[in-house]
């Protein structure tokens, strides 16, 4: 199947918009017609029952193929801080609710009852990419960095403005996307996935389920 670009469909299979705005601007001009889910407001989340990032690529990239039709892939993501035995990890979306100062307050409360104002911390991302019941692609990417003194920056979303790379002396909310992209797990893990997208992938696209 095509799309009105004569370009075979692919479903970025993401709710999260700070998400979504990274991934289409790393996957610009590969041979697919990049869908998103405003195409289809009639799917709801699935439930994110993995232990692991990789389980949860997974799970919503079969998920969201399978009820979309078309090829879709998933990206699972979260920061993990080594004194707090590498929470929050996969449940970094909702670990002490959704709204990122109360979040921010509650990791530098934790590093502060162990003594610490700051920790060794890194960004995990897993891609992984469905068609027709199977897992056709899967990449990841890792970025250290420690934890900020206190948040800083207005780029970016999520955890960025506490996320301190030291390479760039500055949190990633203080960088563009461009920036954030060429060093973060988001950036590695999607240019290899449009690597892929550009060889192998593209030679034989994943097309619509039968
Ligand atoms: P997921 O939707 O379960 O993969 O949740 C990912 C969560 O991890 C996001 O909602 C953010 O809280 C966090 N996260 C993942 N990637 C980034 C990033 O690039 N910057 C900041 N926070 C991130």
């Not at 969201?64 to 004194?83: F, N, Q, T």
């Not at 027709?132 to 780029?155: C, D």
């Not at 790379?165 to 060093?183: F, I, M, N, S």
Request: charged residues 20%; proline residues 8%.
């Amino acid at each position: 199947m095509t799309g009105p670009a004569g370009l075979p469909p692919l479903l970025i299979a993401t709710s999260n918009q700070g998400k979504l705005r990274e991934i289409l601007a790393i996957l610009d001009g590969v041979p697919f017609e990049l869908r998103t889910l405003a195409d289809f407001p009639a799917i709801d989340a699935p439930e994110e029952t993995g232990r692991t990032f990789a389980d949860n690529a997974r799970l919503k990239a079969l998920y969201y193929a399978e009820r979309a039709g078309l090829p879709a892939v998933a990206d699972d993501s979260g920061i993990e801080i080594d004194a707090l035995d590498n929470a929050p990890g996969v449940h970094s979306a909702r670990w002490h609710g959704t709204d990122y100062p109360t979040k921010f307050a509650a990791i530098y409360r934790e590093l502060a009852a162990r003594g610490l104002t700051t920790s060794p911390a890194r960004f995990v991302a897993h891609v992984a990419l469905a068609d027709r019941g199977r897992i056709v692609a899967e990449t990841t990417g890792v970025i250290r960095g420690e934890i900020a003194p206190q948040p800083r920056g207005t780029h970016g979303f999520g955890y960025d403005p506490i996320f301190y790379y030291p390479p760039y002396g500055c949190t990633l909310a203080e960088v563009d996307g461009a920036r954030k992209a060429a060093v973060s797990h988001r950036g590695q893990a999607f240019t290899a996935l449009r690597a892929r997208l550009l060889s192998t992938l593209g030679a034989s696209p994943p097309s619509k389920q039968a």
